[in-house]
């Protein structure tokens, strides 16, 4: 379809199908909210912060089409609508958000909440053609600075995120646990608000000092036992032999390939998916 044809497709959705769907369980049934909620998820925030209205008229399509996608699995009973609309009240502060610990330490290692100044390390992170190898590009300034704030307002949204990461009093990346939204192709992936993906991106003089890895494994056990989720996906492109590597020193395992819907056509499209549930977490102990 074309960007006028996915608009109208929007506004369709919002307007009348899901309001003529409404079941008995969901927290809502007028259109505003139904926008509402979608908007909210697919930018990560209120979505009033990121475009200005009409969303459909002025948002990003790619946004746009993580909204769209959002209200077709809630359609088809694949995404959990009150926890989306648990998410979009807490950022807007209409409930109260988890309580999250300021840091998590191991060590010389330090997890933290995000801070303004991590920006300008993050952006020189993000532009080092090393760093994004297995991405499709490096990212701008102004897209780091937009993950940034992406990350931490994870937090407020479910009480868990990428953590930045601290050593020796500097920044040096992110590792942590976060909700996929987007649906993607593999048993799990299409139920967006499901899934919880481990991951991790570290600037390159941070490398082989076992960062990565010590990180991830105090992020995974803060998940399980503050908030009782001990089950998570990481996946990567096929090639990134080195993050393959801290996924199976974690102790995931291998679970199949899949073609991942935003990286064009090419070398990087395929990524390997690896899981870590309670029983693979028990024996990796």
């Known amino acids: 379809m074309n960007p006028a044809d996915r608009r109208t497709h929007w506004r369709d959705l919002v307007e009348r199908r899901l309001p003529e769907a409404v079941r008995p369980d969901w927290p809502v049934r007028l259109d505003h909210c139904f926008a509402r909620i979608l908007l909210d998820n697919a930018c990560g ?6 475009t200005r209205p009409p969303a459909y008229a002025t948002m990003p399509l790619g946004q746009l089409e993580i909204a769209i996608a959002l209200g077709e699995a809630v359609l088809a009973g694949r995404a959990d609508l009150a926890l989306l609309n648990r998410r979009s009240l807490a950022w807007r502060g209409k409930i109260a958000a988890a309580p999250v610990p300021e840091a998590l330490r191991d060590g010389d290692l330090t997890l933290r909440r995000w801070r303004p100044e991590d920006t300008a390390p993050f952006a020189a992170l993000n532009a080092d053609p090393a760093v994004m190898a297995h991405f499709p590009r490096p990212r701008t300034e102004a897209e780091s600075a937009a993950e940034a704030g992406l990350c931490d307002r994870r937090f407020v949204a479910d009480g ?3 953590w930045a990461l601290e050593h020796a009093g500097r920044f040096i990346g992110f ?3 976060m909700r996929i939204l987007r649906p993607l192709p593999f048993p799990g992936g299409d ?4 899934t919880v993906e481990l991951a991790w991106r570290l600037a ?3 490398w082989g000092h076992g960062f990565a890895t010590r990180a991830a494994r105090l992020a995974l056990a803060d998940l399980a036992g503050r908030c009782r989720i001990r089950s998570v996906v990481a996946f990567t492109a096929v090639g990134n032999d080195r993050s393959r590597a801290v996924m199976e020193r974690l102790g995931l395992r291998p679970a199949g390939t899949f073609p991942h819907p935003a990286v064009p056509e090419g070398p990087l499209r395929v990524h390997v998916l690896y899981r870590l549930d309670c029983a693979d977490r028990e024996e990796a102990a």
């Open 45 to 50: 925030g209120p979505w009033r912060d990121h």
């Open 160 to 162: 868990f995120g990428p």
């Open 175 to 177: 590792a942590g646990p």
């Open 191 to 194: 139920r967006p608000g499901t």
């Open 204 to 206: 390159r003089e941070a």
